[in-house]
């Protein structure tokens, strides 16, 4: 179905209705009265464990806790969260921790699959439990046929660097490795699977932040590169000392390659060019945000994004305390959402707060932030018609040799 869509003075354009787009435009009466809505994204960290100690850790106090780990969401109290979050969900991150780790992975992801015709899954990872990601991504593949599942391999950067900042020998090569099979699986088996590389930029691989950067775009070539501005606590302070230049100019070579078609850069399915371009415009945002150090847009996290901790704690965005904790509504999501705890923090959200994070603030919030949205549909209107380029000239090469 092909809508017209505007905000006001600004008009966005005349677009096929994707899944995610359909699940924002749903929200945005609402949003404009103030009325709450259900998250269109979701950031459940699954757990405290961890086999890595790594020196931007922005968790390191709760890894691995012993009385807090005895909290852990169960996997039905989960199931319970998905059957009454009361609405789609366009993406839900598992993070942690390793959420490998745990071993219901597979049964977390199918809940929301079910309950909230769950559109995309980023599973975030270091890439090291080889036994556990392959089978692991292979059954949520398998069980859920039309989801769109992007494994999140954070790898900060070359070899040297990315060892002393995970602070384990031979990390860099299991990464590697694991994205490297991933693709393999892919491309014999699971189409709708998309690899991704997280790197955060910070101290210890500021000087080496573009020799990554190649050898990403000519060597490993993922599904998407993504970037991430480091953001405090840091287990290590010394880390978030770093030429805040070099994120803006790395932001900018991304964005570049990505037009130019040089790097492929975006994920799959009907979404998957509007969650790009969505990724790719948030980055130079995020530069301005730090240079300027005011808001660039209004924030709703809160009310487009949540997130949950291992052991049942709700807030809006992991920069924020804790709002309340979804054991004592008895895991009723609706119930808890609806709060006037909940109402206090959508207020505070909105009345100009700011940060240089991803996941909580720029990513559910630009969607809702009309003269964004209108530089973002643009900026996914070149992406597709560079991509088909690309591909109608690949389809030419073909038939030439044939």
Known sequence: MLVKVCFGRHRVGIYKMDFATKEIFKRYASILIGKPITPVFLNILVTSVCDMRCTHCFFTDELDDRPRKKLQMKTDEIAKISETLRGNLGVL?????????????????????????????????????????????????????NLNVS????????????????????SWDKAI???????????????RLDIQTCTCVMHSNEDTIFDWYDFLKNDLKPDKVNINYIRPPSNDPIELQFDH????????????????????????????????AVDIYMHDLIAKTKEENKAQLTCYAGSAGAVIYDNGALSSCENKADVLNLRDYDWDFNAAWNTDLMAERRREAGN????????????????????????????????KKVAKSVGFEAAKKVAMKA
């Open 151 to 170: 494994v999140a391999l954070g790898i900060d950067g070359m070899k040297e660097a990315h060892e002393k900042i995970r602070r384990k020998e031979g």
């Open 177 to 191: 490795h694991t994205a490297r099979t991933l693709q393999q699986m892919k491309k014999e088996q699971y189409p």
């Open 245 to 276: 230049k070099r994120y803006q100019q790395l932001s900018d070579m991304i964005l570049e390659d990505t037009k130019n078609a040089a790097l492929k850069n975006r994920y799959g399915g009907d979404s998957g060019f509007f969650k790009a």
């Open 93 to 145: 991150v598992l993070a942690g921790g390793e959420p490998f780790t745990r071993k219901d992975l597979p049964q977390i992801v199918r809940a929301f699959y079910e309950n909230n015709k769950l559109d995309s899954v980023y599973l975030m990872s270091n890439g090291q439990i080889h036994p556990r990601i392959f089978p692991d991504v292979a059954q949520i593949m398998d069980e859920c046929p």
């Open 352 to 383: 100009g707060c700011f940060c240089t994070h991803e996941s909580n603030c720029f990513y559910p919030s630009l969607p809702f932030n009309p003269k964004h949205l209108v530089k973002i549909k643009k900026l996914e209107s070149e992406m």
